[in-house]
């Protein structure tokens, strides 16, 4: 896939690993209540929007994606909370944040980006039985408990986590 970023799409996935570190000692610019609101607003605007921002023919792929399975994906919330999402579509979140994350020009915190990271291969690993991400367990797990972790994250996006957590730990750690 190429568009602005497309490289990343290529990239190491322990190079990628550091670059998302959700470790990083780095100086939080946002307080708590404006990631969380921002994390909602996130979480509610339309989801064509900022994924058609990774490839022009994006827009026309999602939206076609979700017809043929007669889908009602409007946001990145529909999408994560569904019981059945499209994996095509988690597979370009993913790919959206990972580009947010490391984009300097990025409109989203750094941590948003990194929670929609993590969501979608969550999400694609509790409800598609898919692994999305070529990280290590021990980095997938890690992202999980950061997100966890975060005062800022809602009851329903911690929820995602919680469930993908207790299912990585049913499968031992290895996704199907």
């Not at 708590?32 to 058609?52: G, M, R, T, Y």
């Not at 022009?56 to 999602?62: E, H, N, S, V, W």
């Not at 994996?87 to 580009?99: R, V």
Request: proline content about 7%.
């Amino acid at each position: 896939m190429t568009g602005p970023g497309g490289r990343i799409y290529q990239s190491d996935s322990r190079r990628l690993a550091d670059l998302m570190s959700v470790d990083a000692g780095a100086e939080r610019i946002w307080r708590p209540e404006e990631l969380k609101a921002i994390l909602q607003h996130q979480l509610s605007v339309p989801i064509q929007f900022d994924l058609s921002g990774i490839d022009p023919g994006l827009a026309r792929t999602m939206g076609t994606l979700a017809a043929a399975q007669g889908l009602l994906v409007k946001s990145f919330n529909d999408l994560l909370h569904h019981p059945s999402p499209p994996l095509e579509l988690l597979q370009l979140t993913k790919q959206f944040a990972k580009s947010s994350r490391s984009h300097p020009d990025s409109p989203l915190p750094p941590e948003i980006a990194t929670v929609l990271y993590f969501a979608s291969i969550a999400v694609a690993m509790t409800r598609c039985g898919e692994r999305i991400t070529n990280l290590d367990d021990e980095t997938l797990r890690r992202g999980i408990e950061w997100v966890l972790a975060q005062p800022w994250v809602d009851d329903a996006t911690r929820g995602l986590f919680q469930e993908s957590l207790e299912r990585f730990d049913q499968l031992g750690g290895q996704s199907e």
